[in-house]
């Protein structure tokens, strides 16, 4: 039996978050008057959030607390004075202005549109992503957007995924696929679950983890071919 449901991540799957997260960091930095250096400042911003992101899917950092908390270790790191309050606003602010979807996003997304039923799991923040995804060019071509801070559970807990089907009236999970390029978040998040997973890896790097994907993919498109072949 073939796929009827797929799920997606949305940043670095859909979404080119990278782009936004440069944009959105500049954008801040410079509105305190500090002369931006991409090389120190978005190197260490991404090492911190990285880390943070990391401890919020263990449980071990909330989201709210997350906000502030990795521009704390920004300041700390850089050894300068911010106000860390006011660059998450402001961070966050920009970071909801940038919506770039990669180049295949668009044409994958409307060919799949006629014959499943799509959704997108963000463990992102509301404001943010209601902007980004929800009033993105994309979003009408889904029957549902998942956003962790609305339902209180994120990714890699299978309660997301739960909510997601039970949003999408569909009980059976052999028929459900996920779709995403972290293998902490969306690959163990789909296999908790008990559905099939899909790796988006287009640099094509090396797992060295015991989390194993059904599929890898390195370009969007392929996916098409996968489907294809499971109907």
């Known amino acids: 039996m073939g796929y009827k449901v797929i799920l997606f991540d949305a940043d670095d799957t859909l979404f080119d978050f990278k782009r936004s997260e440069r944009d959105a960091l500049k954008n801040a930095i410079l509105h305190f008057n500090i002369e931006y250096n991409e090389d120190i400042h978005l190197k260490i911003y991404q090492e911190v959030n990285?880390?943070?992101?990391?401890?919020f899917e263990k449980g071990m950092i909330t989201q709210e607390k997350l906000k502030i908390e990795r521009f704390k270790r920004l300041s700390d790191r850089l050894g300068i004075q911010l106000d860390t309050?006011?660059?998450?606003?402001?961070?966050?602010?920009?970071?909801?202005?940038?919506s770039f979807?990669?180049?295949?996003?668009?044409?994958?997304?409307?060919?799949?549109?006629?014959?499943?039923?799509?959704?997108?799991?963000?463990?992102?923040?509301?404001?943010?992503?209601?902007?980004?995804?929800?009033?993105?060019?994309?979003?009408?071509?889904?029957?549902?957007?998942v956003i962790s801070e609305e339902v209180k559970v994120s990714k890699p807990d299978p309660k997301i995924f739960e909510i997601a089907l039970e949003h999408?009236?569909?009980?059976d999970k052999s028929t459900v696929l996920m779709v995403g390029d972290s293998l902490s978040s969306d690959i163990q998040g789909g296999l908790n679950f008990g559905i099939d997973t899909c790796?988006?890896?287009?640099?094509?790097?090396?797992?060295?983890?015991?989390?194993?994907?059904?599929?890898?993919?390195?370009?969007?498109?392929?996916?098409?071919?996968?489907?294809n072949d499971k109907k």
Do not use: C
């Open 50 to 55: 990285h880390q943070v992101w990391a401890e």
């Open 85 to 98: 309050v006011k660059f998450a606003e402001l961070y966050m602010k920009y970071l909801s202005y940038g």
């Open 101 to 145: 979807l990669y180049e295949e996003t668009t044409p994958l997304i409307k060919n799949l549109y006629e014959n499943y039923q799509l959704a997108i799991i963000t463990n992102g923040l509301r404001d943010v992503q209601n902007n980004r995804i929800r009033k993105s060019t994309i979003a009408e071509y889904f029957d549902d957007i």
């Open 168 to 171: 999408l009236k569909h009980i």
């Open 199 to 227: 790796w988006f890896n287009p640099h094509k790097k090396v797992n060295n983890t015991a989390i194993q994907p059904k599929y890898e993919i390195s370009s969007l498109m392929a996916l098409i071919d996968i489907l």
